[in-house]
């Protein structure tokens, strides 16, 4: 099925323990690779901030995606959750057991792939020597990221449904971008891009113009119309209504990027060139200066010649509504601050460390 979306136990895992635990004091590490050394390290990451983005991916995809996936095995770690359970039992996410069998050798070239330096490919041929001995890894954390992502693109490629990793994982890979091509990435990451670009033209907010902060399109919505925690998994469900359209649209481009179908492809682009347009001439470049909205995925120019009156008309209906209203949201300084008051963070030496790294990782 187009537009579904293949996700991790650890990243649901994440979420149940936040909203049962609430946020974690521990640090964890960011994979970073050194190519001129070959070599890697790991950058220290509050292990909040990390739980905080596994909550924002998975109610994004709440709302936008047709299904939600997970393999069977290791649902155990999150199944505890009610909120969880619940979205389950509507058929939102779906359990599956996927064929080991399938996957054994397409896994493999996917491991070396992902072992982009001397330095990974020596743990991971211990990590694997190990467990052919007796069952143990000498590294977990990286067996975790290396050798259970490899697994779960595998499972991604054979069954062809995107893959999205856990925060942990995603940092690795997107220094070995293997995963095929995804309408809801690709257009979600136009929104959210487009937004902060927006934000130097808000001349009327010196902070706003410094910061170039935004978080990701929804998850301000969510986070203002929830009472408590567990609200936000109901107001996500809520938005699956609102959003239909878009949901649809996002379908559709899926299927013709699995496809092929350039003209299908052309035509949903042309959307979003329709929509750069837009807000080109709303913010007024003459005034403000050129504002480069392109987008490299999707080969987006700004350089469209689309007639200014029909174009304003176009993008005040529809689909390219629906997208410009996502762009225009407010940046969401204040709907982080009101999370951590409902994790009762807000005035915690933890809620200002998990505060900052949120506003830092968010801002380009």
């Known amino acids: 099925m187009p537009n579904q979306i293949l996700l991790d136990n650890w990243t649901l895992q994440e979420i149940s323990h936040l909203s049962q635990l609430g946020l974690s004091n521990d640090s964890t590490g960011k994979l ?6 070959d070599t890697h390290h790991f950058e220290k990451l509050s292990h909040g901030f990390v739980q905080l983005q596994a909550l924002f991916s998975f109610l994004q995809n709440l709302i936008l995606r047709e299904t939600i996936i997970t393999d069977d095995r290791f649902v155990y770690v999150w199944d505890n959750s009610s909120s969880l359970k619940q979205i389950e039992s509507e058929g939102l996410i779906k359990i599956h057991a996927f064929q080991e069998e399938k996957l054994v050798e397409i896994r493999k070239a996917i491991v070396e792939q992902l072992c982009t330096t001397s330095s990974i490919k020596e743990i991971q041929r211990l990590n694997e020597e190990g467990w052919e001995r007796n069952k143990i890894v000498i590294d977990s954390f990286m067996s975790q990221i290396i050798w259970g992502g490899s697994g779960m693109l595998a499972r991604g490629h054979v069954y062809e449904t995107f893959y999205l990793p856990h ?25 959210s891009t487009n937004q902060t670009k927006l934000l130097y033209f808000d001349y009327n907010s010196s902070e706003a113009i410094q910061a170039r902060f935004s978080l990701p399109p929804l998850i301000s919505t969510i986070i203002e119309e929830s009472k408590d925690f567990e609200d936000l998994f109901n107001i996500a469900l809520q938005l699956r209504e609102q ?9 559709q481009f899926q299927e013709a990027l699995d496809t092929e179908n350039t003209k299908e492809i052309s035509k949903h682009t042309k959307t979003l060139k329709s929509v750069q347009k837009y807000i080109e001439d ?15 995925l999707l ?25 410009n209203d996502l762009i225009l949201t407010k940046q969401g300084y204040s709907s982080v601050k009101k999370l951590l008051k409902l994790l009762g963070e807000e005035r915690s030496v933890l809620g200002k460390k998990v505060y900052d790294e949120v506003v830092r990782n968010f801002s380009i």
């Open 32 to 37: 970073v690779i050194d190519n001129k050394t």
């Open 282 to 296: 709303k913010y007024n470049p003459d005034k403000f200066g050129k504002l480069d909205l392109s987008f490299d």
């Open 167 to 191: 925060p942990l994982r995603g940092y690795a890979f997107q220094q070995s971008p293997i995963a095929k091509r995804d309408a809801f990435t690709e257009t979600l990451n136009f929104i």
């Open 243 to 251: 959003f239909s359209d878009l949901r649809i649209w996002l379908k």
């Open 299 to 323: 080969s987006l120019s700004p350089s469209i010649s689309v007639g200014a009156p029909i174009n304003k008309l176009k993008n005040k209906v529809g689909i390219r509504s629906t997208i």
